[in-house]
């Protein structure tokens, strides 16, 4: 979408009168008009590095959504304020494990004798109470880019793996890089009692994985993969590891956002691709590749963005700029201290993954 000359005026006054103060990430399914302002763009495990590089920053401006806002604060030092442009940028798969369903899937697993054996290993998409919990438990964070890495880790430290929050990249890690079965995961449904599981069926499997899903990413079906085949012969599906599995299956390669732009900016002249993420990514990709010769579709015959991810557009941007400017410390995202810490040493384990 075209900018606003005038408020894309303001957010460079106020970037320019923040000078080295303000540092802004971006993460690739933000739009377009937000993209330009941010001073480096990733995908969560790139940003994640990447805000705890710049100590010398005052203010972190996170264009993303919370958890990932949150993640940021965990990671750079207390003076540093992490500001996040719409407080209501959540992620509807993070809401999908609380703090208190966690607690008590813990002490199903305790009750069926297996606590014990289980390392928690959760998706970055979940809120900092839920990191500190897998801290706790002696787990590791993960992120769509290190996933495998993180279950090869915790298959060093336990026998079994709780996977919170994303069953689709945790079904999708365990089957396609680690060479599990389907029966060897069950899924743990924080609205039945027990999870919806028997002793013995917890017992059995290697993954429990937490029913949570990305509803964007879940609107991609193997139909939307066999139609753009037959659409365009020759066709290269490229989709991300929160896509249900048999989509990943149907598929030809699966990566994070960072893996996709990447394959994209390897892939020959000449070659199609279908994309399956979200769709701000997908259109500036077939944008910036158009020169080359590269076509680029979405996967899916509907418009498919992350509502939450889009909430931060140029107006707040500008607000939050201009407030920053004026001395004005608005939006603040930061987790207290009991939480911080042992958030932190889940996201430290997964940084420090081989
Ligand atoms: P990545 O940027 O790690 O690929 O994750 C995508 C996503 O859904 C973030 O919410
Ligand atoms: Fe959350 Fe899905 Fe949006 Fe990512 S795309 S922020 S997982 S709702």
């Not at 703090?99 to 290993?121: F, H, K, N, R, Y």
């Amino acid at each position: 979408s075209p900018s606003d000359p005038d408020l894309v005026a303001r957010a460079r006054a106020a970037k320019e009168k923040l000078g080295d103060k303000v540092f802004v990430l971006g993460h690739h399914y933000q739009r377009d008009e937000v993209i330009q302002f941010a001073d480096v763009t990733g995908d969560s495990f790139k940003l994640a590095r990447d805000a705890a590089a710049r100590p010398e920053a005052e203010y972190i401006v996170f264009c993303g959504v919370h958890f990932m806002a949150e993640s940021a604060d965990i990671l750079t030092t207390d003076d540093q304020a992490v500001v996040l442009p719409d407080l209501a940028a959540g992620c509807s798969m993070a809401d999908m494990a609380t703090a208190e369903q966690v607690a008590e899937c813990w002490d199903v697993l305790t009750d069926a004798g297996i606590a014990d054996q289980v390392v928690p290993v959760s998706y970055m998409n979940s809120s900092a109470d839920i990191k500190a919990f897998t801290g706790r438990h002696g787990g590791t964070i993960c992120t769509s880019s290190n996933a495998k890495r993180a279950l090869e880790w915790a298959f060093e430290q336990g026998e079994k793996i709780l996977f919170l929050p994303d069953q689709h990249l945790g079904r999708n890690t365990a089957v396609r890089d680690m060479g599990m079965t389907l029966d060897d995961c069950v899924v743990y449904n924080p609205h039945k009692p027990n999870g919806g599981l028997t002793a013995e069926q917890l017992r059995n499997a290697k993954m429990i994985l937490w029913r949570g899903h990305c509803s964007v990413h879940g609107r991609f079906s193997v139909e939307s993969v066999e139609d753009v085949r037959a659409r365009i012969p020759g066709v290269n599906v490229l989709v991300h590891p929160e896509c249900k599995h048999e989509v990943v299956a149907a598929a030809d390669h699966v990566g994070s956002t960072e893996y996709i732009i990447k394959a994209l900016e390897a892939a020959p002249r000449g070659s199609k691709w279908a994309i399956g993420t979200e769709l701000n990514l997908v259109r500036r990709l077939a944008n910036r590749f158009a020169d080359e010769d590269k076509e680029i579709v979405f996967l899916d015959k509907t418009v498919c963005f992350c509502s939450t991810m889009n909430r931060i557009d140029l107006p707040h941007l500008v607000w939050t700029l201009e407030s920053l400017a004026d001395g004005k410390l608005v939006n603040r995202i930061e987790v207290d201290p009991e939480t911080e810490k042992y958030a932190k040493l889940a996201l430290e384990r997964m940084l420090a993954l081989p």
